[in-house]
């Protein structure tokens, strides 16, 4: 077994005294640097002797970072290096549409894409291979990922965002083992590939990596994929004000390690706020390590977790992410029963009667939210849609204890996702206009 950095197999004793170094050099550096930390944080919560102590800290969350930033243009309070030693910025909008940017100093960027490389070679990605970057390029966090593949010394392709047909041809001539995209995206250009007469399994591609979206980290959606494109997919997860790869997986592809000398995972329950055990779910806190441009302490990441520290089978030991479950924000209640979109996902793409495209309408209808799954047949379906639906509603009904509406349309009916999909279609706020 080979490893790109020896940090990867460090025991989680040597571990945790690392991280504790490393978390009181970044409280010591935000609180005497950064205006928002000097005034946020507790004079005597500036040097910790345990790691768990981090739960008293204040937790931040994106529009803290908005706010910050509209109050001080443009890198905002929080940023604790002079502006001369920020040497790059990505940009990301939320949900009000205002960008935030995530500075980095040289030294930050360096460590960064050093980090990228680790997580492509735990993937396998080898000097041999040719790497396809089919990422956004614009402002966008995952954009520079794409020089970890050129430090591991793959031949690199900086495809961005091209159309889906010149991406096709792209992949015929230069002929790329691994292409990084989102899972619907994948799945999206495996069709398109058809429809243009290539035939994704005959391709050069045997490795896909996919973030953004929770699908690679949902059984029936990975499995479609990889049989779309006869490849092996790697989950990756990221967040725009940190790296763009935060977490990977490796080739045991048994849950996504975490690059832990540079980011302190915290699972926190969303009710109590108190820290959950291995394999329970909760909201992911990241504290930032290493990242001395905008530090980040306790920042809320919005996606629902749940982890494993056991050492994996690759003999890596950084914790594992076993799944990215949702997003806090994406979470539906519907007659008092939490629902994840991921979990009816998974239901609807283990049923091949159907093209595995879906959408969830939420209404309110006499004051109680009502939902609606939009699901799509198969082209060779012939029998009965009235029971096809049952079944399906029978299925939602088994797994997550709710009745949904189900309407099964023919195939090509939903619209499809180029990049990041938009499942969910939420008319409830309809409800509350004036
Ligand atoms: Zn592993």
């Not at 050099?25 to 005034?39: K, R, V």
């Amino acid at each position: 077994m080979e490893y790109w950095d020896p940090v990867e197999t460090l025991a989680r004793e040597e571990l945790g005294s690392l991280q504790l170094r490393l978390l009181n050099e970044t409280l010591h550096h935000a609180t005497c640097n950064s205006p928002y930390y000097a005034a946020s944080i507790p004079r005597d919560l500036r040097s910790l002797t345990s790691l768990e102590d981090i739960a008293k800290l204040p937790s931040l969350s994106k529009d803290d970072i908005r706010v910050d930033q509209e109050a001080r243009p443009p890198l905002g309070n929080m940023v604790a290096v002079p502006e001369d030693e920020v040497v790059y910025i990505s940009a990301s909008s939320g949900s009000t549409g205002v960008p935030t940017a995530s500075p980095f100093t040289s030294k930050d960027f360096d460590e960064w894409i050093d980090f990228e490389a680790r997580l492509f070679f735990s993937s396998g990605l080898r000097r041999h291979h040719r790497y396809c970057h089919a990422l956004n390029f614009s402002l966008f966090v995952g954009g520079p990922c794409v020089l970890g593949a050129q430090r591991i010394g793959a031949l690199s392709i900086h495809a961005g965002t091209l159309p889906s047909e010149r991406l096709i041809m792209v992949i015929d001539q230069f002929k790329p083992d691994t292409i990084w995209t989102t899972p619907s995206y994948a799945w999206y250009l495996g069709e398109t590939a058809e429809r243009m007469g290539f035939d994704p399994v005959a391709s050069s591609i045997k490795r896909i990596f996919v973030a953004g979206e929770p699908g690679g980290s949902i059984e029936n959606t990975r499995k479609r994929i990889e049989n779309l494109w006869d490849a092996n997919l790697y989950d990756y997860y990221g967040i725009s004000d940190i790296f763009g790869a935060c977490a990977g997986e490796c080739t045991e592809k048994a849950g996504l390690h975490v690059a832990e000398d540079h980011l302190l995972v915290e699972v926190v329950d969303l009710k109590t706020g108190e820290h959950v055990a291995e394999g329970e779910r909760g909201e992911m806190y990241l504290t930032t390590l290493k990242k001395r441009a905008r530090p980040l302490i306790r920042f809320r990441t919005g996606d629902i977790v749940s982890y494993e520290e056991e050492r994996c089978a690759c003999g890596r030991t950084h914790l594992r992410l076993m799944g990215i479950h949702g997003r806090v924000d994406d979470m539906l209640i519907i007659k008092g029963v939490n629902v994840m979109p991921s979990a009816i996902e998974a239901i609807v793409r283990s049923n091949s009667a159907l093209t595995g495209e879906y959408r969830l309408v939420v209404t309110r209808e006499n004051h109680l939210d009502a939902l609606t799954v939009e699901t799509e047949h198969v082209k060779s379906f012939k029998g009965n849609l009235g029971v096809l639906e049952k079944q399906i509603q029978g299925d939602i009904k088994a797994t997550l204890g709710i009745s949904p509406r189900v309407v099964v349309y023919d195939e090509d009916t939903l619209p499809r996702a180029t990049h990041k999909a938009k499942r969910i279609v939420d008319h409830r706020k309809d409800v509350w206009k004036p």
